[in-house]
């Protein structure tokens, strides 16, 4: 089975993958959509689409509490918001839904790329680092940070910082990548066999393609837990 090199197209002198930019794009208007129709109308006494989002909102803004402490953690409800439910969409987009066409794929699930997955690693733990630096100044900050217990801890923390970034990415990526994986295996074994195979197949796709959205949730919510776990870290003077 030969790799499958994605299409690229260059912008201001950078280079993007077509994949990534358009299953990127449609999972957020995906979240947009969902939000947008979930919040029209609100009222004093909610309707069942604002409980919803009002669920949605509680439930993310759990997760941030359970980390950071008092009322620094209201200045990341809406970050944790966002970026659950964008996780959560771009998660499951390429189980449900996946475009190829001449034997290039133009939508699939966006965090099965290691590209987008590092790519949010690292925008959630430059905004810890950024929180750290607004909250103790720059000196402190980096004092609290690396030179704590001791001066000499300061290269086990930035090799701490490096696998905290690698491991927050490809956690997510390997996860969804496998399952969409498996499930085109699936899919490949079962269709040049005709539709006797097909029907027999079934069943295991629909046990795997559950477990891949179970897994999928599971996930963003460990992402953004660790994102919250990350910005506590830099906030918080030991």
Do not use: C
């Amino acid at each position: 089975m030969s790799l499958e090199v994605p299409s690229t197209f260059k912008m201001f002198g950078l280079t993007f993958t077509s994949v990534n930019m358009i299953s990127a794009t449609l999972a957020a208007i995906i979240v947009f959509l969902v939000i947008f129709a979930l919040s029209r109308n609100l009222q004093l006494r909610p309707t069942k689409r604002q409980n919803v989002l009002e669920w949605m909102a509680d439930f993310t803004n759990g997760i941030v509490k359970g980390s950071i402490e008092g009322s620094n953690a209201k200045a990341f409800n809406l970050f944790a918001f966002v970026l659950f439910f964008f996780i959560f969409i771009s998660n499951q987009l390429g189980l449900f839904i996946q475009v190829a066409w001449n034997g290039e794929t133009y939508i699939k699930s966006p965090t099965a790329d290691p590209i987008i997955t590092l790519t949010l690693a690292l925008i959630s733990l430059t905004l810890a680092h950024f929180a750290g630096v607004m909250k103790f100044g720059f000196k402190k900050y980096f004092t609290n940070t690396y030179f704590k217990p001791f001066v000499w801890w300061l290269p086990i923390s930035v090799f701490e910082e490096f696998t905290n970034f690698l491991t927050l990415g490809l956690r997510i990526f390997g996860n969804i990548f496998a399952g969409e994986m498996l499930l085109k295996l699936i899919a490949n074994f079962a269709v040049p066999h005709g539709i006797i195979m097909m029907v027999a197949m079934a069943p295991f796709e629909l046990a795997w393609q559950g477990f891949s959205v179970f897994l999928g949730s599971i996930q963003a919510f460990v992402f953004v837990t660790l994102t919250s776990v990350y910005i506590s870290q830099k906030i918080q003077s030991e």
